[in-house]
């Protein structure tokens, strides 16, 4: 017997969160602090909203994030950035160019 499925997509945990990521650019980026995945990473330790066990992070007093980025290599690099609240979202891109 066929039945319809019950959800169309996974379940996602609504809360506020700031993410950072590589868009473009071919060396190593990290982020510190490690930041919530925007994408629908349903592992339970992933740190992605659509995770089993996942919380949002608190917001700073003063609602500014803070997050530092090292670029292992020199080149041209876009960086996306994405505020999330669950139900809305908006999207930043910025190139960074690095030098040795």
């Known amino acids: 017997m066929m039945r319809r ?11 506020l969160f700031l993410s950072w990521n590589v868009y473009r650019g071919k060396g190593k980026v990290t982020f510190d602090p490690p930041l919530p995945k925007p994408w629908e990473d349903t592992r339970t330790a992933a740190n992605s909203p659509w995770g089993e066990l ?25 960086l996306w950035g994405r505020a999330d609240d669950g139900g ?12 040795e």
């Open 54 to 78: 996942w919380l949002p992070p608190s917001v700073p007093e003063d609602g500014i994030y803070d997050v530092s980025v090292t670029f292992e290599s020199p080149g041209s690099y876009i």
């Open 5 to 15: 499925p019950s959800q169309v997509t996974v379940g996602k945990i609504n809360g």
């Open 88 to 99: 809305l979202y908006h999207d930043a891109y910025i190139t960074v160019h690095v030098e």
